[in-house]
């Protein structure tokens, strides 16, 4: 089975007036995502989660370089002309953005952003764009849409405005949708419904999901595989179940264990130091080290 | 001190006297009310002015420019009620008909300013790197040069008129207003939604008028209005030194300089065209404060 998404050692670098190059922000990820499959991406917070996400679809700043190979069910997108990216962007591939409240333009009606999304693509009359919209809406739960299409989007509460966004990024039933922190801005129980929207759609559709977070419990909730990701360099890829269980990589199993739900109460969670560099996580001694400090924290106690 | 006797509340009062503040309503103007106001009051006065101005021909009682060798210098009676100029023109005729000049120069000055303003504006802010270099530098250079002295050259170059002085005025409210667009599509493309409307298929062309510059133009309009004033101001100092309006159709600024000699012996043929500009320069100001405290949160704070 050919994949749907596939990266072949891909580095992204920003440029810099310094005299010191920067690291790559993302250096060197080789990764394949299969049809239908909602695959995890874990990523901690402010550590270019999102530039991987924008490669995809050529959105990245002039300054960033792209190296490597970025495949789109088997299509090389690294070199495309933005008007070849613009054919995918929103037709093949759909992208859902952290903060719902901030990806819906204020001054348009939720509706006719939704619609834009439908002529932006298929060469469609306004009234025809309106009533798939309406459909969209209805489809991701917004009720009563036929009547609220013309709504401003501070009038939807937050999962509302994540609802919609979806509706928007799945308007022209995209093969392959990057979700990117879906759910951060979100309360606990609006997280799940809008996840549950997206694993049902995904199963309606039959498309891909690519998820990234820094949520483990969003990850075991709905992912089928997970790869986990550490300062640009990709660690370890596994089944969601084997990754829980059996962590090969040192800082998975530090991740996993500084994951509050589970641990054992009145004991204070192990931390990963932040000057954890990719090298010396690949050493054992860390995982000790790591151990050691969390019993000095104990005595400490 | 006087008190009404017998109702014991002298006694009362100093008991009570912690309490007495409390009593005062605290008298606080609520920020939004203060804008809406302003923008109300400016509308009205620019509304009444614009009516006035369209309308010059039917409510004037006299041709503007039609001398009455009798009335030289007349003062102000019931059919002449500004009184009289120079060549015994009715000034009240006169101020209608000026009016309508300057405001048709200053207002369409800055019209046609905004036009080019807005997409270099949006261009230089959307794009960044050369784009930004080429525009901001190229009105760098407009900027530089003190604004009656832009505005003089021009003249120099083209010869006095009005066309040439709202012209003039454009070109120098070019880079301000294009850098206050420029700012503001800073701010606004940096949101996610422009990212997301780029995400879902939208050209760079279609982003921009959607979405960027409809969320970028609140401080350009502000600053619009503010410079409407500015540039009924540069008209009337143009026409004043003979450069802008040329006689004998009357202009605001044309007049104040006809009245300039006679200011002792008539000073009605100054007052009243000054007050008129000063009346509109108001209502200018009065709606580019309201619209700047309704659109800038910080504005409203003081």
């Known amino acids: 089975m050919s994949a749907m998404l596939s990266f072949t050692d891909v580095q992204v670098r920003f440029a810099s007036d310094d005299a010191v190059q920067p690291a790559p922000a993302v250096g060197g990820v080789s990764l394949d995502v299969q049809p239908g499959e909602i695959f995890g991406i874990v990523w901690e917070s402010g550590s270019g989660k999102s530039t991987l996400a924008n490669a995809v679809l050529g959105l990245l700043p002039a300054s960033a370089a792209v190296q490597g190979s970025i495949r789109v069910a088997g299509r090389e997108v690294i070199g495309l002309s933005e008007n070849e990216l613009r054919s995918i962007r929103g037709k093949e591939v759909s992208m859902i953005f952290q903060d719902a409240s901030a990806s819906l333009d204020p001054v348009w009606s939720v509706g006719d952003q939704v619609a834009e999304t439908i002529r932006a693509h298929a060469g469609v009359s306004g009234r025809e764009a309106k009533s798939r919209a309406i459909a969209l809406m209805n489809e991701v739960g917004i009720p009563d849409a036929a009547s609220r299409y013309g709504d401003a989007p501070h009038r939807f509460s937050g999962g509302m405005r994540q609802r919609i966004v979806i509706a928007a990024a799945l308007a022209n039933s995209p093969q392959l949708l990057i979700a990117d922190e879906p759910t951060t801005a979100l309360d606990v129980t609006i997280q799940a419904q809008v996840l549950q929207l997206i694993d049902t759609l995904r199963r309606q559709n039959g498309t891909t999901v690519v998820l990234i977070t820094h949520d483990l419990g969003v990850v075991a909730q709905i992912c089928d595989r997970v790869a986990v990701m550490y300062g640009g360099t990709l660690l370890e890829v596994a089944a969601t179940a084997e990754l829980f269980a059996r962590p090969q990589h040192p800082y998975t199993r530090a991740l996993l264990a500084a994951n509050p739900a589970g641990a054992p109460r009145g004991r204070r969670l192990p931390v990963i130091p932040a000057q954890w560099s990719v090298e010396s996580l690949c050493a054992a001694e860390v995982l000790r080290a790591s151990a050691a400090t969390t019993e000095r924290v104990d005595a400490d106690e | ?302």
């Not at chain 2, 409210?173 to 780029?198: C, D, F, Q």
């Open chain 2, 1 to 302: 001190m006087a008190r009404p006797a017998g109702d014991g509340r002298g006694g009362n009062v100093t008991l009570h006297a912690p309490a007495a503040p409390l009593a005062v309503p605290v008298a606080r103007a609520h920020p939004r009310r203060t804008s809406t106001r302003f923008i109300a009051v400016g509308l009205a006065i620019l509304v009444v002015l614009a009516i006035i101005a369209i309308a010059a021909p039917v409510i004037a009682p006299y041709d503007p420019e039609a001398v009455e060798v009798k009335r030289v210098l007349g003062e102000p009676i019931l059919q002449h009620p500004f009184g009289s100029d120079v060549l015994g023109r009715d000034v009240f005729s006169r101020v209608l008909f000026g009016l309508r000049v300057s405001l048709l120069v200053s207002v369409s000055a800055v019209l046609a300013s905004t036009a080019l303003a807005v997409p270099l504006g949006v261009l230089a802010g959307y794009f960044g790197r050369w784009v930004d270099t080429t525009v901001s530098r190229t009105l760098d250079m407009i900027l530089v040069l003190p604004a009656m002295l832009l505005a003089i050259t021009f003249i120099a170059i083209l010869g006095p008129g009005s066309v040439v002085a709202a012209i003039a005025i454009a070109v120098i409210y070019l880079p301000i207003l294009a850098r206050v667009m420029r700012a503001s599509t800073l701010v606004v493309t940096r949101n996610e939604y422009v990212a997301g409307a780029r995400a879902r298929g939208g050209s760079h062309l279609r982003v921009i008028v959607t979405h960027v510059a409809p969320n970028a133009l609140g401080p350009v309009i502000v600053q619009a209005s503010v410079l409407s004033a500015f540039a009924l101001q540069l008209e009337a100092g143009l026409s004043f030194l003979g450069l802008g309006t040329q006689p004998p159709t009357p202009s605001l600024g044309g007049m104040l300089a006809d009245g300039r000699d006679v200011l002792i012996q008539a000073p009605w043929v100054e007052i009243f065209p000054g007050l008129a500009i000063v009346v509109a320069v108001l209502g200018f100001t009065f709606l580019g404060e309201g619209l700047l405290r309704a659109f800038d949160p910080r504005g409203v704070a003081e």
